[in-house]
């Protein structure tokens, strides 16, 4: 079992940065894949990005790679997402998952989840 809260959302204008991060409860989460997902209004949730256990391998949704970086420090049990030229599109409420493997783009392969949080990019 792991528990996941996110910290770190908020608003800023469109070019500003965030960073996001996910803190898990549990001795082995440093043997879990994570990944970031969000949803916006009327919208599936989406992957963004993920991270395996090690940190040695990381995947992103295409329309934010070269602005957001994913990260995991296991010492300290969080994953980040450092969010940088934030663009409107990118508004959404984000989520925090861990998964047995990965990182893997499907939902369905995180079987536990954070209650989100918010990120507003005004224009």
């Known amino acids: 079992q792991v528990d996941l809260v996110e910290s770190g959302g908020g608003s800023v204008q469109a070019g500003g940065s965030l960073r996001l991060s996910c803190l898990a409860s549990?001795?082995?989460?440093?043997?879990?894949?994570v990944g970031w997902f969000r949803q916006s209004a009327g919208k599936e949730r989406e992957f963004v990005a993920g991270?395996?256990?090690?940190?040695?391998?990381?995947y992103y949704l295409d329309s934010v790679k070269g602005r957001f970086t994913i990260s995991r420090d296991n010492a300290k049990n969080t994953v980040y997402l450092q969010m940088n030229s934030l663009k409107p599109e990118d508004a959404a409420v984000y989520y925090c998952?861990?998964?047995?493997?990965?990182?893997?783009?499907?939902?369905?392969?995180?079987?536990?989840w954070g209650q989100g949080t918010q990120v507003t990019v005004s224009s």
């Open positions: 998952a861990a998964g047995y493997s990965g990182p893997t783009t499907s939902r369905y392969d995180y079987p536990y």
């Open positions: 991270i395996n256990w090690s940190g040695s391998s990381t």
């Open positions: 549990g001795r082995t989460f440093s043997s879990y894949a």
